[in-house]
């Protein structure tokens, strides 16, 4: 099993980042997908998912608006569009795969990271 996180990088406040995370060694289809963040000093913290069919998704209060989930089943892809980030936003972005939508142990399978800097 491989999540294979990319897209991370410095960018200055109000501009954007689009985050990808291609899957494999599992039946990607059938999983929720969700991203987490973990910033310097803090736990990390649930930021969006979206289930197996893309019907449905769920966003953390303070990103819900901004950022948006979506996947592709056909290349086992899911993504993360980051708009009007923030210095708050700066993180090592993580991808997930799981039986569930918020919690970590609901989640079977993560990625390595990718760190999103956000300069003021």
């Known amino acids: 099993v491989q999540l294979q996180a990319s897209g991370g990088g410095l960018v200055q406040a109000g501009g954007s980042l689009r985050l990808s995370c291609a899957a494999s060694?599992?039946?990607?289809?059938?999983?929720?997908m969700g991203w987490f963040r973990q910033a310097p000093g803090k736990e990390r913290e649930f930021v969006a998912a979206?289930?197996?069919?893309?019907?449905?998704?769920y966003y953390l209060d303070s990103v819900r608006g901004r950022f948006t989930i979506s996947r592709d089943n056909a290349k086992n892809m899911v993504y993360l569009q980051m708009n009007r980030l923030t210095p708050e936003d700066t993180a090592v972005y993580y991808c997930?795969?799981?039986?569930?939508?918020?919690?970590?142990?609901?989640?079977?399978?993560w990625g390595q990271g990718t760190l999103v800097t956000v300069s003021s």
């Open positions: 997930a795969g799981g039986r569930n939508f918020f919690r970590e142990k609901e989640y079977d399978y």
């Open positions: 060694g599992f039946t990607f289809r059938s999983y929720n």
């Open positions: 979206i289930a197996w069919s893309a019907l449905t998704t």
